[in-house]
């Protein structure tokens, strides 16, 4: 069960995990124990028996972006399916802005389910600040679409996001929820096996992102420095004796 004071709230609805932000009063903005909480929430999901996930939120904002006051120095691990593959399908459901690291957060999602009232917003040319993961929508864009939405930062309403492909359904204020569900309750009734394919053959297809390819070195490499075989180097070392490495 999720506590009353979580930044992120998880539950399974009939093999469906819905993960809501959950920081409306600070208009959902991520700071560093919202994407720690968030990276524990896909990790989970991925190891459970749910099939799909739905990302939605609390609030009349999707997200803000980022938390200035509490960046995150790595806010990509709030990321579905970056840096580790799911294997399972993740619907957004989104309302009103969805500003900056969000815009990311989306584009990573399988699809997107999007109120008529939402709108898509990259600010950070006009902010003097970028991380450079954005630029993983060029893949998954078309290229001028990409660049506009980058470099204007001008907000993209729903209508053209969903006519150049960022959003697949459009809906009425307030039932976006309702639709990613029912959405998400389709696919979960479909093969695991065969979505896990499609989803892994699609991944391998998409061209990546340099700032996209090295997110996911940098956190594998972490994984290998956090392994019990590291510090069981270590130990072996300081004990002048060989090394009973395990692959843990």
């Not at 990509?76 to 593959?85: E, H, Q, S, V």
């Amino acid at each position: 069960m999720t506590p009353p004071d979580a930044l992120i709230d998880v539950r399974s609805v009939g093999r469906v995990r819905v993960i809501t932000l959950n920081r409306s009063h600070k208009r959902n903005a991520m700071n560093a124990a919202m994407v720690d909480q968030l990276h524990a929430a896909w990790k989970a999901f991925s190891a459970s028996r749910d099939r799909v996930a739905v990302l939605r939120a609390e609030g009349p904002v999707f997200t803000a972006g980022l938390d200035t006051s509490d960046a995150p120095a790595d806010f990509w691990r709030a990321i579905p399916d970056l840096p580790f593959p799911l294997g399972k399908p993740v619907i957004a459901a989104v309302q009103g802005p969805v500003i900056a690291a969000g815009v990311s957060m989306v584009a990573f999602c399988d699809l997107c389910v999007a109120s008529s009232e939402a709108s898509f917003i990259y600010p950070e040319a006009q902010l003097g600040t970028a991380a450079g993961l954005i630029t993983s929508l060029l893949p998954r864009l078309p290229h001028k679409v990409a660049m506009e939405l980058m470099l204007l930062g001008r907000p993209v309403g729903a209508l053209r996001a969903h006519e150049v492909g960022l959003v697949n359904r459009l809906c009425a204020p307030g039932e976006e929820t309702m639709v990613a569900m029912e959405m998400a309750h389709h696919l979960a009734d479909a093969s695991p096996s065969v979505l896990r394919f499609l989803k892994q053959t699609a991944r391998e297809a998409l061209a990546k992102a340099p700032v996209e390819a090295m997110v996911m070195t940098q956190y594998q490499a972490r994984l290998v420095a956090d392994s019990a075989d590291a510090a069981e180097g270590v130990a072996a070392r300081r004990a002048r004796r060989a090394p009973r490495f395990t692959g843990a």
